[in-house]
């Protein structure tokens, strides 16, 4: 079936140094999206991304969807101690069912002060 | 506004016991979603609803079902729980399909099946 592989699966960074999560899914994708999830709480929408090769910013966080709309990135530079939580990939296969997500296993950032 | 509320919370059910568990939104949402969540493995889609009175199935249905007769909630019950089905449930909801989707989580309700 289709599958959306996330790594790391757990990253463990001193505050201030920098975080990549990276997404791959086994099959093109109509969009990707983001979400965080802390400790004990639910997911939240981060952001979606759309078009091939799409950079996207939002303060210290970047995103990218690669060319191929089969892989994507989440980047956090400079990370602080509000960025710990599970960084959630989430995919739309291309001629999908209209909404029906394929969420990523996740990554598990955890930032030591 | 709530956004997306679940209940309970917790439960703690002894295997063949049924429940249902509880999915309300108030954002006038046509898209419902019924995720698991168990480590390691990320969010599974159990079962989906892109409508009142409509429901499909997700990657993980057996042993679950699911009611959607007023278009804010979504009901999702376990006939006879089974160990296998303790794990985190998320309901969710998006606007009518389009460009944008993003989905709105709810609470989480902490299901344990002894």
């Known amino acids: 079936g289709q599958q959306v592989m996330q790594i790391p699966q757990y990253q463990h960074v001193q505050e201030g140094e920098d975080f990549t999560t990276y997404c791959n899914s086994s099959t093109t994708l109509s969009n990707i999206q983001w979400y965080k999830q802390r400790p004990g709480g639910h997911p939240v929408f981060l952001i979606q991304l759309v078009k091939s090769g799409e950079v996207k910013k939002q303060k210290r966080l970047t995103f990218q969807f690669g060319e191929a709309k089969k892989n994507s990135s989440l980047h956090i530079t400079a990370t602080q101690t509000t960025d710990v939580g599970t960084y959630f990939c989430a995919g739309l296969p291309y001629g999908g069912a209209t909404n029906k997500l394929i969420f990523g296993t996740g990554t598990l950032l955890a930032v030591q002060p | ?114």
Request: aromatic share 12%.
């Open chain 2, 1 to 114: 506004n709530a956004g997306v509320t679940q209940t309970p919370k917790f439960r703690v059910l002894k295997t063949g016991q049924s429940m249902t568990l509880l999915c309300a939104q108030d954002m006038n949402h046509e898209y419902m979603y019924w995720y698991r969540q168990d480590p390691g493995m990320g969010l599974r889609l159990i079962h989906y609803s892109v409508g009142e009175g409509t429901t499909a199935k997700g990657e993980v249905p057996d042993g679950y079902n699911v009611s959607r007769l007023k278009k804010q909630n979504f009901l999702l019950g376990l006939e006879s729980a089974a160990p296998s089905q303790t794990s985190v449930y998320f309901c969710a909801s998006s606007p009518l399909a389009g460009s944008y989707n993003e989905q709105f989580f709810g609470p989480g309700t902490r299901l344990t099946v002894l």
